[in-house]
């Protein structure tokens, strides 16, 4: 399945959120081959096991060919600093590179996009020097051509952070990782996905910090570790958050189909991010719960987003979704609720 998200809403969210202290991952589905994730992790372990590291459901890499790609991507369609220590010849090098890459990607969307979702894929099984040859010839020959200058200017410092990310969220997942998949399945009322591959990158996860695509049993993430947003505690919220993205959706999923059926009875039209702002809302507050019981007092992220993105959403989300999450009301009796306050009546 796949959700998309409006750009004026991205933009919301990325000015509000980075603004207050961060810009969260904003991650999207899409139909992926669940045997091609399963089938990634025992490959890398024998390859790379320095930097690969599984908790529970959660697999965690740092992958220099990915996190090349993240660069090169992120620059060929935003602003991107090149490494900060080029210069001269290895400077004009990279930007060239930067330029290559963006005449490869064009106006291609990495979260919707077929061909870079399974590129992205490829490469964070690929440990040697050489790509293989399904990685198309247009990028392997920008990404085997820089990748010389890549490690030996900043590779070591991008997998010092990320594996500090790695080193940070583990215990968080060790302790409660399990306990917050079960709490999100019971809310969503279908299983949290029990393959998770987390490609740990730096300083670019696409446009948003992070963003996640594949199918209900199985899923592969990528996120920014120099992002606020997933650092320190909010890691574990990030790693709750993401892997959601492929059971709930906008017109299906755990969420976007009961939000829908209910907005007909009502004849409303359910605000456009109203399924995001729930899950949001879900794993920042699962998130709080868990850590509470640990000793830690914990904001969730959706509390600095009702300004902007969600504005008008903060009283229905912690009224009702908050007693559906206490088991004082059906799924249902929120949804309606929530669909009641913030929902305009659509007009004759």
Not at 62 to 82: E, G, I, T
Not at 116 to 132: E, G, V
Not at 159 to 167: E, G, H, I, T
Request: net charge positive; glycine share 6%.
């Amino acid at each position: 399945m796949m959700s998309k998200q409006r750009p004026d809403y991205h933009r919301s969210i990325r000015n509000s959120a980075r603004k207050l202290i961060a810009a969260f991952a904003v991650g999207t589905s899409l139909v992926f081959s669940s045997a091609t994730l399963l089938a990634q992790a025992p490959v890398q372990a024998k390859t790379s096991a320095q930097s690969i590291t599984r908790v529970g459901r959660y697999t965690l890499q740092s992958n220099p060919w990915v996190n090349l790609h993240q660069r090169l991507l992120y620059a060929s369609q935003f602003k991107a600093d090149p490494p900060a220590s080029l210069s001269g010849d290895d400077l004009a090098k990279w930007k060239k590179a930067e330029t290559d890459y963006r005449l490869f990607i064009g106006k291609r969307n990495a979260i919707s996009n077929a061909e870079l979702i399974q590129m992205n894929a490829i490469l964070s099984q690929t440990t040697a020097a050489k790509l293989p040859d399904s990685i198309p010839k247009a990028a392997a020959t920008v990404l085997e051509g820089i990748m010389p200058l890549y490690r030996s200017a900043q590779w070591d410092a991008d997998n010092r952070a990320n594996l500090f990310c790695v080193a940070v969220v583990k215990p968080m997942l060790e302790s409660a990782g399990e306990e917050l998949a079960e709490a999100h399945t019971k809310v969503y009322g279908v299983p949290f996905p029990t393959h998770i591959l987390v490609d740990v990158v730096t300083p670019y996860a696409w446009e948003f910090g992070a963003y996640t695509v594949g199918e209900p049993a199985s899923v592969h993430t990528v996120i920014s570790s120099a992002d606020p947003a997933n650092q320190g505690f909010r890691a574990l919220e990030a790693m709750m958050h993401e892997p959601s993205h492929v059971i709930v959706d906008m017109n299906s999923g755990a969420v976007g189909g009961d939000l829908n059926r209910i907005a007909k009875e009502l004849g409303v039209r359910p605000r456009y991010n109203l399924w995001h702002a729930i899950l949001f809302y879900t794993a920042g507050e699962l998130t709080r719960q868990a850590l509470a019981k640990r000793g830690v007092e914990y904001q969730p992220i959706i509390t600095l987003m009702y300004d902007r993105g969600f504005g008008g959403m903060k009283q229905a989300l912690e009224t009702h979704w908050q007693a559906y999450i206490d088991g004082k009301v059906s799924r249902d009796e929120a949804l309606r609720q929530i669909l009641i306050e913030t929902t305009p009546a659509n007009k004759p």
